[in-house]
């Protein structure tokens, strides 16, 4: 039974960010006191102390490490796609804090989850991966390249290799695809529930990685993909003209029509891919006026009532939100901190919102029996009752991109990454469906594939098709 107490005090927000978090009253039942957070935004030393504690209660989580267990995987109820952006998460609070006490286990596990052909998809998880699943994997190798995260063992496949075999088999999946203009599906393989949805969260992923690659490689053909993507979005309507992202749009009915819904991380992912390709093209104005576009239209993941302070809308102030959808703002944290070192003149901007959701997302981890659990609704000043590896990253990544102006940015092939590449990487061809299948597709299998977007949240969310913006 996880005891928690519904009462705790703060400081509140004083000069310099100081943010103080004490809960007061003993815990339900057993009397315990609560232990306590204490995080000054003008204080790197806590700031690294706060994410210390928070991303202690991540890890805690996942059992991958543990003798007879696999590597890479979190149990249940998390789907295999969040393990990789939670080592993406580890990833960077090595990255801000020089911490390497979860190095071991990120490499271990990412390694892990390669596959036989060193692209992300390993047969224990094809019955339900997507391409959004495997794009978060990708992520996280490429920001491991650019963080200049410790190296694999020679023998090996490299970071930056891993994550140009995941752009690579993606733009072979495009390449055959020729419904809708284009595009990437949410799913892989015919037989997976949610082939016939082509959505933001495939296309984003494809796009970051891609403009990313381009950055980091100098090579033109990935920039060429990241400006084929952008314009297939666009022109679809899942990118409106004020830079809302919609989750995605129905193959059989010709993407003529769009589910309207629109989450946190898709902006986030667009963000930060627009960012990159702001930096590839030498400043052009094209791609300032899309990141500037892309950030203003952020405004509606943060709360009216209680400015800046991040909030996943779809589903948050119903409490409909599922164990996918809580992480999704740690994704929207991660990428605005990133995008200030490419876009500068982003900055004040988006750190006053980072800054201002940090403070607010650790009032929130003051529950739990540790008294230092994390909550989802960071809009609201005590423990919401909430906790698992969701609440926790997301308070994380907030936490730690407050440190963004204390680290260097992302390194390339011509300014110091050790990453070595591999251009033909992922470039076999995706294994034929009818040798992967030793046992039948369940119905448990379908409705748990991947990223659970409007096909299921339809129902979920009580029929909130189109979003007010």
Known sequence: MRLFSSSSSSEGNRAGWRVHLCLTGALLLGGQL????????????????AAKTVAYGMVKYYTGNRTGDV??????????????????????????????????????GMLHQVGANNDFMP?????????????????????????????????????????????????????????????????????????NYKNSPSN???????????????????????ERTWDWTVKIGLMTPEYYVFDGTDVLLNCSELNRIQWSYNAGMYLAGAAHMYKFTNSSEKWKTRVDGLLNATRVFFHKDVPNVMFEVACEPYGKCNVDQRSFKAYLARWMAATTKLAPWTYDPIM????????????????????????????????????????????????QSNLISKVSGPVTDETGGTSKGDPSAGTGGDVAPVALHTTPISTGDKAGAGLLTALILVGVLGGAWFMVV
Request: aromatic share 14%; proline share 4%.
């Open 34 to 49: 609560c232990e306590a957070i204490e995080l000054n935004l003008e204080s790197t030393d806590s700031i690294k102390a």
């Open 352 to 399: 006053t919102r980072i800054r201002t959701s940090a403070a607010a997302a650790a009032r929130q981890c003051s529950g739990g029996t540790d008294g230092v659990t994390c909550g989802i609704k960071w809009t609201q000043p005590t423990w919401d009752r909430s906790y698992g590896v969701g609440e926790q990253m997301s308070a994380l990544e907030v936490i």
């Open 204 to 226: 984003g992923g494809f796009f970051n990685l891609a403009a990313r690659l381009a950055t980091y490689t100098k090579n033109q053909t990935y920039a060429d993909w990241a």
């Open 71 to 108: 590597p890479g995987n979190l149990p249940q109820p998390y789907y295999w796609w969040e393990a990789g952006a939670m080592f993406g998460a580890l990833i960077d609070y090595w990255y801000y804090t020089g911490d390497d006490e979860y190095n071991a286990i990120v490499t271990q």
């Open 123 to 195: 047969k224990n998880q094809t019955k339900t991966e997507g391409n959004d699943d495997q794009a978060f994997w990708g992520m996280a190798a490429m920001s491991a390249a650019e963080n200049n995260y410790p190296d694999p063992p020679q023998d090996r496949p490299q970071w930056l290799a891993l994550a140009q075999a995941v752009f690579n088999s993606q733009a072979a999946r495009w390449g055959i695809d020729e419904t809708c203009g284009g595009g990437l599906r949410w799913q892989i393989f015919t037989f997976n529930q949610g082939y």
